[in-house]
Structure formats: C-alpha cells, structure tokens
C-alpha cells in the first residue's frame, strides 16, 4: 500500500496506519463493544469507510471515476442509527458532525446555506486538533506560565525588602527563585493575591448583522475583527494560583502554531470527515409542483454538490468534500429511498435496514455494552457510596416494561430504557446522600413496584416513562 501515496504528506502519516489496520471486520468487533445487534448496519459503514480509504489510493484519473459510497440507514427511532455513525467516527478520530436534513426545509430556511455544514465540521476539527496539539506543548507553557509566575514574586519580594535591583547577585537570585518555584509547587503560595498584566481586547467588539442566514457572516466579522482588533494589557489583582491559569492559557495561545493547526485540520475533514445526515427521509419527495415537495427537492439539490465533491470556502481555507464520508439515516416509514431525486439516490448506493429491538435485546443493551446503562448507575451512585446491584430478574423486568411501554404508547426503541431506569432508581438517587456505604439489591420485585403505579394509568405512562 506504500507506494502509492499521491495525495498524502507525512502530516497525518499515523493517522492513515491507524485506518489502514481498521479491517471492516475490526470495526465491526470495535462496535461491538457498544452496540447490539444491527449486524448489518455495521458492516456496512465498515465497508463504507474502507470504500473511502480505498479511493483514496486508486491512481486519480480512476479516482474521479468513482463515486463515493455513501450510506443510508433505514430503521425506526431509537435502534442504533446515529450511535453507529458517532462510534464509528470515535474509533478512527474522525471528525464529524450530524445535521436534521429537515432543518434545510424549514421556513425561512430554504435554500439556506448547506455549506454551512461543511464550515462547522471544519470548525469542530480544528478545535479538535488545537487541543491535540495543546497536549504536546502542555509541559513548555507550564513551565513558561510558572516562569511569569516567579518572576512577579520574586520582584514584590525585592521590593518589600527595599532592594535596589542590581544588589541581589546572580546566584542569590537563582536560589530565590528556585524556592519560590518550590512554595509555588507545593501550593503554600495559591491564596496570595498578586498584581499580574493581562491582555485583553482595546475595546468590545459588537456587531450585529441582520436578516436571514447572517448568523453565519456575523460568526466571521466576530472572528475576523477579534483578530485585528489591538490588545491592551490590563493590571488585575488576582489569586496566585488563578495567576498560574491565566498565564498558562496566555503561554498555550502563544506557543501553538495556528498555521499548522488549520493545515492539518483541513487535511483530516477533507480524508476522514464524517457527516451524518439524519432524518433524510424528510426530505424525500420530487417536485409534484407545489406544497412541501418543492421546498424538499430543493434541499436535495442544495446537499447534492457537497456529496459529489465541491470546494467549500471556510474560514480557514478552502475545503475540497470529495472524500468526506456522508452516512444518511432514516425512518423511511411514508417516504421511501426511491423518492430521492435520482442523482441523489446515486451518491448513496449502500442502504441497510435495522431491526427493530426485541426484549433480548434490551436486556443485553442494559447489561452489555461497555456503557451500559446499568453500567452508569452503578458508578453514579458509587460516588456517594451507595452500592447497587441489579439481579437479573430485575432487568429482564425493565426490558419487559420497555417493551410494554413502547407498544402501549410510542416505539421510541432504546430510549426508552433511559426513562424507566431513571424512575426506577429515583428514590435510591434522592436518597443516596444519606445511605453512605450501603448495598442495595434492586430485584424484579423492587423495580415492579416502582413502577407500578405509572404503568397502572395509560395516561400516566405516557408522561413518565
Ligand atoms: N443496538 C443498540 N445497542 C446499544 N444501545 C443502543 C442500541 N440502539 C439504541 N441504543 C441506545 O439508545 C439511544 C438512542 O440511540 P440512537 O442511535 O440515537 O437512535 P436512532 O436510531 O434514533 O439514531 C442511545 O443512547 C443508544 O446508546
Ligand atoms: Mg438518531
């Protein structure tokens, strides 16, 4: 796979080794771990993102012969859809970002500027890398902001004392200041109010820019004239220890490279973005030439460049959107894959449907994934030193009511889950405070009663749970 390289520099060199190991059956076993079921689903944004990889490599005159494949999830709420997409993204550091296709139609919003998603995936990735990069130069700027730090103690010290500045000899300040660095570290200095010099803006920068779709523009003139606008430093009395902050996030903003940030931020969104377009189905629907249609295959033909491929201006730079992976996510429950205009149904030729969830399925989905619901509680409550423990009626119970209460009401698939383990462990959680290192066995029984009450009233059900 080495020799064929064309579009790459050595920026994000790790970054492609770490994909070029994610087989589709290692990511499928990575999602595993989190979510249930939905096999499918899985191995197709497994094939989807090796599909991109690939591309990436085919010599470019072929290159531009394929087309990206995309994916569409068809499935009801509450299934797995958008959990996939996120955990797909974590897995290989993607950015990503997920949009309502539906907000484009609302009104006042049609024709609304799709590139904007492009600029706020830009956006997220370099915050992104900014804080990566503020990793690699934590320990510089500590040392710099402690450096200030002494500096200011050292010259109030002098000045107590009546020292004339060139008295202290080189070796006696050495000693100072490795003694105050020393009363620093050891935080017998935090409460110490200081003077300290900060910068701040010369004057406040407010501007406001009316009419639809100006948020947008506002952002930038904000962004821009933050940049221009001169700084003045300020004197401010302040905690020694809150000195220590400011300084370190005065040292962290000077030392980072901006250039090599945005550089490499837009490198990944345009190899690795993720966009995850959920409820696509809204939008389905040809021009019948009036009503909701028009505005819809408006939309559709708004989102067509930027899945096909097309360079969107941002802020920090142009972004080409060829190999950004678009996943697409849907009920399709009136509308159906095939009332998308053509051109679009083309840009995303790989569907799967999911499976709604069964009762076993709920119950693994409390027990099982590594954030498993019940995985959660348990710690929460570990903070306050109330242990809990949930036996395995009680959860077959939960999964039970889930079920009961989706048929009953609405099937809002795993989301129910999150209300009716809420109301179950209500009291133990208003409580818990005062049951410090106690065990609590929540069995079938425990959590019927619990819930008793609600699931007697139709009415009440559809409230709480
Ligand atoms: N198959 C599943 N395995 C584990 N958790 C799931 C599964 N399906 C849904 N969930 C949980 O239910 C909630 C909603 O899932 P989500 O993916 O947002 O649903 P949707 O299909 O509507 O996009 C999330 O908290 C998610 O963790
Ligand atoms: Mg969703």
Redesign the pocket.
Known sequence: MNVLRPLRDSIEEDEEKKIECLTPQKIVQELDR?????KNAKRCVAIALRNRWRRMFVPPEMRDEIMPKNIIMI?P????????ARRLAKLVNAPFIKVEASKFTEVGYVGRDVDSIIRDLTEVTVNMVKEEEKKKIEKKAQESALNRLVDILLNNRRRERGEVHEVSSHKIDRERREEIKRDILENKMKDKIIEIDTSVPAFPIGIEVFGIGMEEMERTLKDMFSNIIPRKSKKKLVKVSEAYNIFYEEELNKMIDMEKVTKIAIKRVENTGIVFI?ELDKIAGRESGHGPDVSREGVQRDLLPIIEGTTVMTKYGMVRTDHILFIS?GAFHVSKPSDLIPELQGRFPIRVE?SP?TRE?FVR?LKE?ENALIKQYVELLKTEGVHIKFTDDAIDSIARIAEIVNERTENI???RL?TILEKVVEEISFYAPDLKDREIIIDAKYVEERLEEVLKTEDLSKYIL
């Open positions: 989190y979510i249930i079921g939905q499935g709420t509450g299934v797995g859809k958008t959990e996939i959920d996510a999911l969830l399925d989905i994934p698939g795993a989301r999150h």
